[in-house]
């Protein structure tokens, strides 16, 4: 596989090391919204090759033993996600003596993976069920493990800095893709996943709407053909017509909002329908939603045993998710004011029966709330009402025609205010009912 020049040619670099570009794409077009994705240029029937990648030309922790100190490391450490960004930054290190150079200065040059947000960006997510650990996370990867592999092996990672690992995370993240790690001498597979960076398929973006996708990708694995080995390859063919001008995609999976935010550092359209939809309530917002109730018990020390077996069975983060597609009233929430509005006989019941459960059981049948009463419905009515008023304080806070990171975080909490509405409109009728 050859080296190229200093800003060499993608399409080139791919087709003269075995691969294929169909001739009708644009690798680098502009989409309608802006964004960088691939376009057809002509029309392109149903079944043409679009790309066809050669696993020589992708980055990866290789399973055969290497000579090199660090990438021995790398095949030995336990976080494929770490050696794969290491790896990276060691490509990247080289420059134009890489073999992987044109993969590389295709890349952009920054990435919206929310655990490299700022403390300024990331504080509007807090209020949505985004995991709120996620840019300590980041930190902690790079402070206790990262630098650690860097000191031991400066050769390969020279000048080692969080900017440039938080980017190299940020394309490993938002760029891999999964295959289970296979042993192409002995056919074994082992339980972890070899991640694979796909030059070329990794600029086709993603929709949720089956009619808008036109492709698929496949993996053929290595194989042996007359006593020698033949590499695996990825492919794409088009799945149906592709009309000129339009952009190429498929799907990244069936992922939430707050899914496709946390590992692509995108949120789709608010006018793109939803097959899913889910958000945070947090046990504060359901403490504000037993209040009324509590207050003319008076304050006592039941509240503090409560909150702990809240914590202990069904919110250990402080926060429930809510669905439009789950039951109402939501089962966490509903768990969660019986057992604050309860007395101790109703908060022993629900321990009991939560002790009692075996969540390994696949046959166990899970723990079921105490009979559901007006008080039970109106608090949780109440709950998801203080969790939709803070999410509007963070929406008030965010523009939507703001910069791409405030931009998803606006759209992310408008989102999850749609759906908190939903469910409280659900609870709402159900207690009328």
């Known amino acids: 596989m050859s080296a190229t020049g200093s800003t060499p040619d993608l399409r080139q670099w791919i087709t003269c090391n075995g691969g294929d570009v169909h001739a009708d794409i644009d690798l680098f077009g502009t989409t309608e919204g802006g964004y960088r994705g691939i376009i057809a240029t002509r029309e392109i029937a149903e079944g043409e090759l679009l790309l066809r990648i050669p696993t020589p030309l992708c980055m990866h922790v290789p399973s055969s033993p290497s000579e090199a100190p660090a990438m021995r490391a790398l095949q030995s450490h336990p976080n494929s996600f770490l050696a794969s960004t290491m790896l990276l930054l060691a490509e990247s290190a080289k420059g134009a003596a890489s073999p992987f150079h044109a993969h590389i200065t295709s890349m952009p040059s920054s990435h919206d993976c929310p655990f490299a947000w700022s403390e300024a960006e990331f504080s509007p997510l807090l ?18 493990a990262a630098r650690e592999l860097a000191s031991r092996y400066p050769q390969a990672w020279p000048e080692f800095t969080y900017e440039r690992f938080a980017w190299a995370a940020g394309m490993v993240q938002s760029r891999t893709f999964h295959l289970q790690a296979t042993n192409w001498v002995t056919g074994g597979t082992s339980d972890g996943c070899e991640l694979y960076l796909l030059p070329g ?27 020698e080995r033949i590499p695996g390859e990825f492919t794409m063919l088009a799945s149906r017509a592709i009309s000129p001008g339009e952009e190429i995609l498929f799907t990244y999976g069936d992922l939430s909002d707050t899914e496709l935010l946390h590992t692509y550092g995108f949120v789709e359209g608010l006018d793109v329908p939803r097959s899913q939809g889910q958000a945070c309530v947090q046990l504060a917002d359901v403490l504000t939603g037993c209040g009324g109730a509590r207050a003319q018990r008076g304050a006592s020390g039941s509240d503090r045993c409560a909150c702990e077996a809240i914590r202990a069975y069904l919110a250990p983060a402080d926060a429930f998710q809510v669905s439009v597609a789950g039951s109402i009233p939501p089962t966490g929430l509903l768990f969660a004011v ?7 006989k109703d908060l022993q019941t629900i321990c009991d029966r939560f002790e009692a459960w075996d969540p390994q059981d696949a046959d166990a049948e899970q723990p079921k709330p105490l009979a559901v009463k ?6 949780v009515g109440a709950a998801l009402e203080s969790a939709c008023a803070r999410v509007s304080a963070a929406i008030k806070g965010l523009q939507p025609d703001a910069a791409p990171r405030a931009r998803a975080a606006w759209m ?22």
């Not at 209020?127 to 206790?144: F, H, K, M, S, V």
């Not at 019986?338 to 101790?344: A, F, P, R, Y």
């Open 127 to 144: 209020e949505t069920d985004i995991d709120p650990g996620l840019r300590e996370a980041g930190l902690e990867l790079y402070e206790e």
């Open 338 to 344: 019986q057992m604050l509005l309860g007395g101790k």
């Open 374 to 379: 007006k008080e039970h419905l109106a608090a």
């Open 412 to 433: 992310l909490c408008m989102l999850q205010h749609r759906v908190l509405e939903k469910v409280k409109q659900a609870v709402e009728q159900a207690a009328e009912s």
């Open 201 to 227: 398929i990794d600029m086709v973006n993603h929709s949720s709407q089956a009619e808008q996708r036109s492709t698929e990708l496949r993996f053929t694995p290595d194989r042996t053909a007359g006593g």
